[in-house]
């Protein structure tokens, strides 16, 4: 059974466009800078939104919840993450919403591991001709 390529976890490596004066310590993260997540918690036992600390290739050490933060697996580089995929994709699938909104992207690669919610990939993989399929989820009907 395959994984998934960029969930944040400790060991992953992350991207980010740049941080000004950022968290406690408030730190500035030039950009585009990439790092290595050395831990992750919850702040809180009633949080589902754990913190993820990051070792920066600048040598900095900050904090940050995954909004932050872009995980590019285990590649030293952004483009060579999105090379890795245009280089190993074998089909993906899209969820559209009822109303056309974006719901879902998964990239499958020829391993069995996958990479989600990678919508800026979609031009990429349609340009290389990589089969992608489009599930347009229905409007539930009203409760009355």
Sequence with gaps: ????????????????????????????????????IVAKWNEFSSMDNPL?????????????????????????????????ILREAERAKQTIGPNGGKRGLRIFMQNGDWVDDLYSMLPQLKEKGIPIETEQLERRPSLK
């Design 1 to 36: 059974m395959g994984k998934c390529i960029n969930r944040l976890d400790v060991g992953s490596r992350v991207w980010v466009v740049g941080l000004y004066q950022h968290g406690y310590n408030k730190i500035t993260i030039p950009s585009p800078t990439c790092g290595t």
């Design 52 to 84: 993820h600390r990051v070792k920066w290739d600048t040598g900095q050490e900050s904090v940050h919840y995954f909004q932050d933060l872009y995980c590019i697996g285990q590649c030293r580089t952004k483009s060579e993450f999105e090379d890795s």
